[in-house]
């Protein structure tokens, strides 16, 4: 929008533009303006026009949410208009490199910029005109470092339903499909954040918007960005608005000012510089031709010397014969023109008079580094030369399969005595052809063309091509034309040539020549020699499912033999020594497990000889089984369109390369509810060991499709070992006790027992993760030992093929050698039991009878304070009256003097009775009057509680006190104490 005159932009002034260079589109002169004198940050360069569809995309608007146009300080319009408005910053949903800061955000402003860091929004329209100019234009300009302008110009996306009253077409029934988007698309590295204009107008009065604009930009995630210029209409007023860029004030790009950029166009800027035409290439099947027909020349645009690179950026200039002969081309004169994102084009050539000129190139733009290269039917000399009467030949199909029959058909004709028409030299009649074969690319070989079923021309069946050939009586129909089988065992371009020379009557001095050229390429690939590379380079196994034989490691190279092979079977000798030696892609396909990860194939084939080549570097980065092909890597032979490949069949089975740690916890105390944080565990008690494991390649990658789902884990806990170690399905659990003096350290592993009663094992895999659990204890010894404190858990994983981890870092055998991987779990063990004194008191008192949980410490028993939640259950559950009454986990028994059984029961403020600190109380209700005596209480606990209680050995003695009711301790005979 333009300012008021108070407010009007002071108009900058216009520089003289410098030289510029000059692209050429479609057989148009595009001006691009060069970049200043200064070393500029980006180069441009014509790309393919791509139009990304933006229906979908976000829509910026003045109260679209999270991100509008805010119009902040400076803007030319107040919202809801929307003419000369700025965003928000918006999240470009990846790290963006602009000259040399990263962006992860952008602002869009309406005039055609994307702004980074920069708020400038400011007027649209500088002056009226016409001819109408804008503000900031051209670059440099203060205001606009960190900008792209895709076309400057006061582009105007006012709705219609916002700003009812005034000018705008936006959103009207001129123009429903009108607005400014955005969108993050792609994956990463190769995200694209996508600005797009729709349909917008131009603002140009008061009273006044017009035009239509479908502009694109796009910021690629390596760090160049495009300008896409779809189908754009400008309204007549002469405009000065401006694409290019700008990172300061000496680093920029001004690609033009005026005119837009021509419609459905692309302009790509990258720090790296564009290709440059290093020489066209003109080829055809032949250096010879007829009067009568036209010759199909190709001419490829080249951006290296071998012109293994094409030069896509649009080439144009004129295409002539040099010397007196008279040509018709199709065209005419002047007309080469490559487009962009083309490299060649076809063109056809008829030397109407019999005659030799050179073919030659002049006024080519952009200007090559190297003059024109021929190859005409082999030679490199770019004379062609057309005859009156000869033999025409060519071939069915166009080019040939290696030792798969084709068809050459050989016309004899000559111009027509009163046009430039084509009439048979021969008619139905028979006449005795030499033919001769010769290599064209490569330039030599071992085997014949053969014609006619399987005459060689050359010596023998296994001669190469010789200048003798054979001579063939060839039957011309009515036409002049016959056919005749042709086929050829090898690979390359080769050139048939045919001749007749006359001997008598009216063709004394008839000499008919005629030659073409044809490809031969291999009917596909073979693979063999498909082993590890490393010792013991085991032979691929070709597995068919997961219980087929292992061959190699994830991530551990193999090598393959491709043989490029004819339709028989046999090596084409020739493949590969082309005069740019063709080359073979190696891929990769997942056969198992069924929906699995592909992985990551890498590697490459060496140099062909002899039609085979090696590749010793083949990598595949998951588990499972593979296929592998080859593939022509341009899929297409030597310009035939030919594209052979090959399959190898199955390979693998691939196994992980190692197993590392990811995580490990222990439960201690299970047999206990909350007993998980005591830090400690009795010897012969019950823990919970859980572990992580991944399975992992040669390069330290997860190997996703180690899952037992898909069938292809070899380790799984409920069938695995999880004490041995060293073979096949083993976890290899084991224990030591590390205390600081490494002297007094103890292994443990042979004390180390599973516990399936307090739990089943387990353990699966997950696309590669593996989590395992298992109930285990440290057995107790003959006698009390310990206490150890400083208890380290290992393991050691194998699978069923002998897989298991990188390194170990735990020596749990104290052999001085580490054997397992430390868990990173410390543990304290204690040899427990627990102890319940005798109590004495009156018969009419509830009598506390003391329970202790002890730990032996070294040289005797102590009280465990650690131990605040073993637990006696007191809950009445059995009487076998009158000799015992079961309380729980509590028996009373051995009634003595006037008490019985069931005189006294325990009591507590809490059931189950837990210790606290190692300690509680068993308070057993007063008997009462008359009752006095005493009852034996006896604690049925775990096996690890137990001890020898009564002296003779055996630690499996249940903890038995006495409760004394009325009967003072002094009185009593033979009164049994426990220590």
Same mark, same amino acid.
């Given at each position: ?32 303006? =060069? ?23 976000? +829509? ?31 999240? $470009? ?7 040399? &800061? ?5 602002? $869009? ?36 470092? =960190? ?11 006012? !709705? ?19 607005? $400014? ?51 754009? &209409? ?64 190709? #001419? +490829?645009?080249?951006?290296? @010397? ?31 023109? $490559? ?46 030369? @057309? ?44 006449? !005795? ?8 690319? !490569? ?11 399987? &005459? ?110 004819? =339709? ?35 590697? @490459? ?38 594209? !052979? ?7 693998? +089975? ?9 995580? @490990?916890?222990?439960?201690?105390? #299970? ?20 572990? +992580? ?61 599973? &516990? ?7 353990g699966s895999w997950n696309a590669g993760i593996g989590d395992f659990t298992g109930y285990f204890a440290v057995q107790r010894a003959a006698a009390p030992d310990g206490p150890y404190s400083s208890v380290k858990l290992g393991i050691y994983p194998t699978d069923a093929d002998g897989i298991t981890a990188a390194a170990v870092n735990l020596d749990t055998d104290l052999n001085g050698s580490n054997d397992r991987i430390d868990l990173g779990i410390t543990t304290l063990l204690r040899f427990g039991r627990i102890h319940i004194l005798n109590a004495y008191g009156s018969e009419l008192l509830p009598l506390a009878v003391p329970v202790y949980a002890e730990h032996y410490a070294g040289s005797g028993f102590a009280v465990n304070a650690a131990d605040s939640c073993t637990g006696l259950a007191l809950t009445p559950s059995a009487s076998s009256a009158p000799t015992s009454y079961r309380w729980g986990d509590l028996t009373l028994g051995n009634p003595q003097r006037n008490l019985a059984v069931d005189s006294t029961q325990p ?65 009593? #005979? ?6």
């Amino acid at each position: 929008m333009n300012p008021s005159p108070s407010h009007r932009l002071h108009a900058p002034h216009v520089p003289a533009l410098p030289e510029s260079r000059f692209w050429v589109l479609a057989g148009l002169l595009l001006a691009l303006m =060069a970049p200043p004198l200064s070393a500029a940050t980006y180069y441009r360069s014509i790309t393919t026009f791509s139009w990304i569809a933006a229906g979908s995309h976000t +829509r910026v608007t003045e109260t679209s949410s999270p991100y509008r146009f805010t119009n902040g300080s400076g803007c030319g319009t107040t919202l809801p208009v929307l003419d000369d408005s700025i965003s928000n910053a918006i999240p $470009i949903g990846f790290t963006f490199r602009f000259g040399t &800061v990263n962006y992860t955000q952008a602002y $869009i402003q309406t005039n055609g910029r994307i702004q980074f860091g920069n708020t400038t929004c400011g007027f649209g329209t500088q002056n009226i005109g016409p001819p109408q100019t804008y503000p900031y234009t051209p670059f440099p300009d203060g205001s606009m470092n =960190a900008v792209m302008k895709i076309y400057g110009a006061d582009l105007d996306p006012t !709705p219609y339903t916002a700003y009812p009253s005034g000018t705008t077409q936006c959103g009207g029934n001129s123009n429903p499909n009108c607005y $400014i988007s955005f969108a993050t698309l792609g994956t990463a590295p190769n995200r694209q954040f996508v600005v797009t204009w729709n349909n917008v107008p131009e603002w140009i009065s008061a009273s006044s918007s017009t035009g239509n604009f479908n502009l694109q930009a796009i910021l690629n995630e390596n760090g160049s960005f495009v300008y896409q210029f779809g189908v754009n &209409v400008q309204p007549s007023t002469s405009e000065r608005a401006e694409t290019g860029w700008q990172l300061s004030g000496s680093d920029y790009d001004s690609v033009s000012v005026g005119q837009i950029q021509p419609n459905n166009s692309a302009l790509l800027f990258s720090t790296t510089a564009p290709p440059t035409l290093h020489h066209l290439e003109l080829s055809a099947p032949t250096a010879t031709g007829l009067t009568c027909l036209p010759t199909t020349l190709t #001419i +490829r645009a080249c951006a290296n @010397a071998a012109c293994t690179t094409p030069y896509t950026l649009g080439v144009s200039g004129i295409i002539n014969t040099a010397g007196s002969a008279t040509v018709n081309w199709e065209g005419g004169i002047g007309s080469l023109s $490559i487009p962009a994102g083309s490299s060649s084009i076809t063109k056809n050539i008829q030397v109407i008079t019999p005659n030799s000129p050179e073919i030659i190139s002049t006024s080519v733009t952009p200007t090559p580094v190297s003059g024109m290269l021929c190859n005409l039917g082999g030679s490199t000399s770019c004379q062609f030369t @057309a005859a009156a009467a000869g033999f025409a030949l060519s071939f069915s199909p166009s080019a040939l399969t290696a030792e798969t029959t084709g068809g050459l058909r050989v016309s004899a004709v000559r111009q027509s005595d009163n046009s430039l028409a084509c009439v048979p030299a021969f008619a139905s009649v028979s006449k !005795p052809v030499t033919f001769t074969c010769s290599y064209l690319n !490569p330039t030599s070989g071992t085997l014949p063309i053969r014609l006619n079923g399987s &005459v060689p021309l050359a010596a023998g069946l296994t001669s190469a091509c010789s200048g003798t050939g054979a001579s063939i009586n060839v039957a011309f129909d009515a036409n002049g034309s016959a056919s005749l089988p042709i086929i050829y065992a090898d690979a390359g371009q080769m050139r048939v040539n045919a001749s007749f020379t006359g001997t008598s009557g009216t063709e004394a001095n008839l000499s008919l020549t005629g030659s073409a050229s044809v490809v031969s390429a291999p009917a596909g690939f073979g693979f063999s020699a498909i082993r590890q590379t490393a010792a013991p380079n085991r032979a691929n196994p070709a597995a068919a499912d997961a219980s087929g034989g292992a061959f190699v490691r994830a991530g551990e190279t193999f090598s393959a033999t491709v043989t490029a092979l004819n =339709a028989l079977g046999n090596a084409t000798a020739n493949f590969g020594r082309e005069t740019t030696p063709a080359s073979v892609t190696l891929s990769s396909t997942l056969i198992a497990p069924t929906g699995g990860a592909t992985g990551t194939f890498s590697g @490459a084939l060496g140099s062909f000889n002899a039609g085979a080549a090696t590749a010793a570097n083949l990598n595949w980065t998951e588990i499972g089984i593979i296929g592998l092909t080859a593939r022509l890597s341009n899929d297409n032979y030597l310009g035939s369109g030919l594209a !052979p490949s090959g399959s190898s069949g199955n390979v693998g +089975r691939f196994i992980p390369d190692h197993f590392t740690l990811a995580s @490990a916890s222990l439960v201690p105390r #299970i047999d206990n509810a909350g007993c998980a944080t005591s830090g400690f565990n009795y010897l012969g008690e019950p823990a919970r060991l859980n572990f +992580r494991l991944q399975a992992l390649n040669a390069g330290n990658g997860i190997t996703t499709n180690y899952d037992t789902a898909r069938g292809y884990s070899k380790l799984n806990g409920a069938g695995a070992d999880w004490l041995a170690r060293g073979s096949a399905s083993r976890l290899g659990l084991g224990a030591v006790d590390k205390p600081v003096s490494p002297a007094s350290s103890t292994t443990l592993n042979t004390r180390l027992a599973m &516990v399936p009663s307090a739990g089943a094992a387990s353990g699966s895999w997950n696309a590669g993760i593996g989590d395992f659990t298992g109930y285990f204890a440290v057995q107790r010894a003959a006698a009390p030992d310990g206490p150890y404190s400083s208890v380290k858990l290992g393991i050691y994983p194998t699978d069923a093929d002998g897989i298991t981890a990188a390194a170990v870092n735990l020596d749990t055998d104290l052999n001085g050698s580490n054997d397992r991987i430390d868990l990173g779990i410390t543990t304290l063990l204690r040899f427990g039991r627990i102890h319940i004194l005798n109590a004495y008191g009156s018969e009419l008192l509830p009598l506390a009878v003391p329970v202790y949980a002890e730990h032996y410490a070294g040289s005797g028993f102590a009280v465990n304070a650690a131990d605040s939640c073993t637990g006696l259950a007191l809950t009445p559950s059995a009487s076998s009256a009158p000799t015992s009454y079961r309380w729980g986990d509590l028996t009373l028994g051995n009634p003595q003097r006037n008490l019985a059984v069931d005189s006294t029961q325990p009591g507590t403020a809490a059931n189950p009775l837990t210790l606290a600190g190692g300690s509680a109380l068993v308070l057993m209700s007063a008997p009462g009057t008359g009752k006095d005596g005493s009852l034996d209480l006896t604690l049925t606990v775990p096996a690890w509680l137990q001890y020898d209680w009564n002296g003779d050995g055996g630690y499996a003695d249940a903890p038995t006190g006495r409760a004394v009711f009325g009967i003072y301790k002094g009185n009593i #005979i033979d009164q049994r104490e426990n220590y």
